[in-house]
């Protein structure tokens, strides 16, 4: 395991790493943490703006070119990035159950499901885990 790959990588994917390493990290941190208390709500916001820092560096990044510059993981981008302000609704309204489900399913889809993709063969992450 070595960071080399990342840290010789572009500006912007290493802000998109290091990003959603940071947010990947907290949402374990919120999922497990007590709830509705002041410092979830602080990792909360700061979760979010790192969430949305991931998802705006994506469209910088044009590693995977399907569809002119970009590939199908810019839509989910795009949907975090509309589906992101919905559970802060939620949360605001004080329907925890719908803010646990909508922020579990963002965790999932954008940081889980779509980080798995980073370590497949040839792309930067792999090489940092994996060494080649």
Do not use: C, D
């Not at 395991?1 to 941190?29: D, K, R, T, Y």
């Amino acid at each position: 395991m070595s960071l080399a790959p990342l840290l010789n990588a572009e500006s912007v994917i290493q802000i998109h790493a290091f990003a959603a390493i940071a947010a990947f990290g907290l949402g374990i941190v919120q999922l497990t943490a007590p709830k509705g208390t002041l410092r979830h709500r602080a990792i909360g916001w700061i979760w979010v703006v790192l969430l949305a820092m991931v998802a705006l560096s994506s469209f910088f990044i044009h590693e995977i070119k399907l569809i002119g510059p970009f590939s199908p993981i810019h839509l989910l981008s795009i949907f975090t990035l509309v589906m992101l302000p919905l559970p802060l609704a939620h949360a605001r309204r004080h329907e925890v159950q719908r803010h646990r489900k909508a922020m579990t399913s963002i965790f999932i889809g954008a940081l889980v499901i779509a980080g798995a993709f980073t370590f497949l063969p040839g792309r930067i992450m792999h090489a940092v885990v994996f060494g080649y």
